[in-house]
């Protein structure tokens, strides 16, 4: 089993950045981990991830602003947001999967909100 512990959300203005962490606890070797986020309405979307090997993918509309990396030796990643737009806005969700993908466990959430 994975537990994952976000840190990091809050409330900001358009244009400034902001940190999120994420710390993973118990079987943690080999895992694949990102982040996503679900704005009120709408469906939960990868914004970036890091896979076991160091490999980055990003969505579309965060290229450029959004930074992901990873500590391996902390089992933790992070994700460096800057430029922050208010459709930023939503709940974003620490994930880590296992490389197969057969097991995927997700954080409790954490707020992020970006006043224009």
């Known amino acids: 089993q994975v537990q994952l512990v976000e840190s990091g959300g809050g409330l900001v203005q358009a244009g400034e950045s902001l940190t999120l962490s994420c710390a993973a606890s118990?079987?943690?070797?080999?895992?694949?981990m990102g982040w996503y986020r679900q704005a009120p309405g709408k469906q939960r979307d990868l914004v970036a991830q890091?896979?076991?090997?160091?490999?980055?993918n990003y969505a579309e509309s965060v290229k450029g602003r959004f930074t992901i990396t990873r500590e391996v030796a902390r089992a933790a990643v992070h994700l460096q947001m800057n430029s922050l737009k208010p459709e930023d806005t939503a709940v974003y969700y620490c994930?880590?999967?296992?490389?197969?993908?057969?097991?995927?466990?997700w954080g409790q959430g954490t707020q992020v909100t970006v006043s224009s």
């Open positions: 890091v896979t076991a090997d160091g490999v980055t």
């Open positions: 118990g079987m943690t070797y080999g895992l694949n």
């Open positions: 994930h880590a999967a296992t490389m197969s993908g057969s097991r995927t466990f």
